[in-house]
């Protein structure tokens, strides 16, 4: 039986720990405003990784927590599933989550060019922190219990979020936050931190949100972005919508999927 966390701050909790906890977290709302039929499918099966997010997973171990990468994802890129050097690597790295050659390169690339990176203010918001601190709270307007995981929580209350990016410009960013819903992360996480502050009877809030973009092609670039109070704003008034209706599923155990009705696209964009 997977470990049930009670609300709190946890620093040495897993990310398979913390995948396995029920609380809702925002990955979960964000298919549940897609459609609560597909947040009920993603809730009861398995959750491989992508490609995508197995290379961001292991940008944020090269970056926030280097002395963990060997461990975690392997001394070197695995080889083809099959081959004699796959079976060598395997029980070399017996826990290693393998990298495709490509997937290891680019994240030296990424990592290495943030060490040296121009962009100093990056590197000097990541210190004064703990990195992947796992944070559960019951939360005061709907009573139920939810989970997030700042990639890095400074002292100063500021939460950075680092994320590997196509298009690391100020417009490519932002087509990026809405494709992606990074406004959302931002307002749960606003939203996670203040109640659970709250509820340790701290006295204490949420400074900034701040984004530390690395583009995943060289040269590699860096940049540092935090959204407008009314992107913001705006994620957080959906949030209270997704979560009054999660609520009406959960009370009459009914998960519908898309209207049975023909919708006309561009109305009301």
Known sequence: MPEVFIPGFYQDVSF???????????????????SPAKFAYWRDNEKPGTP?????SALHCAIL?????????????????????????DKANPKAIPLTPRQFDNVQGMSQAFEHTSCSVAR???AGGTPEMSIFWD???????????????????????LKSSQAGSPQGFLREVRRWGYDR?????????NAAYQA???????????????ENFSPYETA??????????????????????YIKCIKNNVWPGYVNEIVILGADD
């Open 185 to 193: 992360q931002a307002a749960w996480y606003e939203r996670g931190l």
């Open 139 to 161: 939360d005061p307007g709907t009573h139920l219990v939810c989970k997030m995981r700042p990639d890095y929580l400074r002292a100063d209350d500021i939460m950075i979020d």
């Open 200 to 214: 340790a009877g701290v006295n204490r809030r949420v400074e900034a949100f701040i984004f530390i973009v690395v």
């Open 65 to 89: 927590q280097p002395e963990l990468f060997e461990n975690q994802f392997g001394k070197g890129p695995a080889p083809r599933v099959g081959s004699a050097g796959r079976i060598k690597w």
């Open 16 to 34: 398979h720990d913390y995948l396995a906890d029920s609380a809702l977290n925002n990955s979960g709302l964000k298919i549940f405003s897609q």
């Open 124 to 126: 000097d918001l990541l």
């Open 224 to 245: 540092i972005y935090m959204l407008s109070d009314e992107i913001i704003e705006t994620a957080r008034q959906q949030i209270d919508i997704d979560l009054e209706k």
């Open 52 to 56: 995508t997010q197995v290379e961001g």
